[in-house]
């Protein structure tokens, strides 16, 4: 459920919210139907990037009263976001018996508008 009001903690972004409810989604839909051998390559990389942008934002939220600094883990986060949404197309592309290419495309395009609110996000700031 996305919250309305002033932003009083980094869990009130639209954002931070939109991300965390994709990050439940791939550890819980994907990473669970990708075979074995992918369990210390893909599966590692998904469970770590689909989390690092929450992270990343909870942990620059402390310093967005430093504008360059809140900028760098901004920045950041949209990196991880790029960074999954290759993960995802990989599943999407190699492992379709696997996983269902139309939640795929769905969390591409989630990570996708995430990094473009992140850009506008860092754009806005005061």
Known sequence: MLRNGPV???T???????????????????????????LYDLV????????AP????AEGYSKRHHKRSWLKYISDAIGECNEMM?????????YSKHVD????DNLI???????????????KWK
């Open 8 to 10: 009083r903690s980094f």
């Open 109 to 123: 395009k989630v990570y996708d508008l995430s990094g473009k609110q992140l850009y506008c996000l860092g754009k």
């Open 54 to 57: 929450i992270a990343i934002i």
């Open 12 to 38: 009130d972004l639209y954002v931070y919210q939109n991300l965390y409810e994709a990050m439940k989604k791939v550890n819980l839909i994907i990473v669970p139907r990708l075979p074995k051998e992918e």
């Open 101 to 104: 290419a139309a939640i795929c």
């Open 86 to 94: 290759v993960h995802l197309s990989v599943c999407r592309d190699i």
């Open 44 to 51: 590692s990389q998904l469970r770590r990037a689909s989390k």
